[in-house]
Structure formats: C-alpha cells, structure tokens
C-alpha cells in the first residue's frame, strides 16, 4: 500500500494564478498513480496520494524562506 505525499505551496504556477485547482489537483493524484502502477505494478486501488498545502511563508529553500530566497535570487540577476 503505496502513499505518496505532495506537498505543494498555495501559490499559483504563474503570474496572478491562485493555489491550484480540484482540476490541477485530481491531475497529480492520477498522475501519480498511474506512475506507481507503470513503474512498481501498484494497483491504482491500493495507491493513496496526500497533497498538502502550505503557506508560501512556511516553505524553505536553501536554508530561507521562499520569499526571502526569492528576494536573494532577483538582486543577484
């Protein structure tokens, strides 16, 4: 029994995009199903697929926050 956990930020992909859609989300755990029973023959019915949410703020990267990082990245360009 395969789950697999998705943890994602509330943010958009892109430019004004809100946190993703049920559409978006339905997709990843399809996704990801499918990829479990391609690759380790894990029937789609015994595969379980968690996505969380986090707030942009409490998502770290490099050692910063996300937006700190961000910040960091665009004064370096």
Known sequence: MPIVRITI???G????????TAEEKAALIKGTS??????????L???FVVIEEVELDSF????LPVPE???QQATHR
Do not use: F, I, M, Y
Not at 13 to 20: E, K
């Open 34 to 43: 499918q990829l479990l029973l391609d690759v380790l023959h894990k029937p």
């Open 69 to 71: 990082r961000r910040k």
């Open 45 to 47: 019915d015994s595969t």
């Open 9 to 11: 930020t509330r943010e």
């Open 60 to 63: 770290g990267w490099g050692g």
């Open 13 to 20: 992909s892109g430019p004004g995009r809100n946190a993703p």
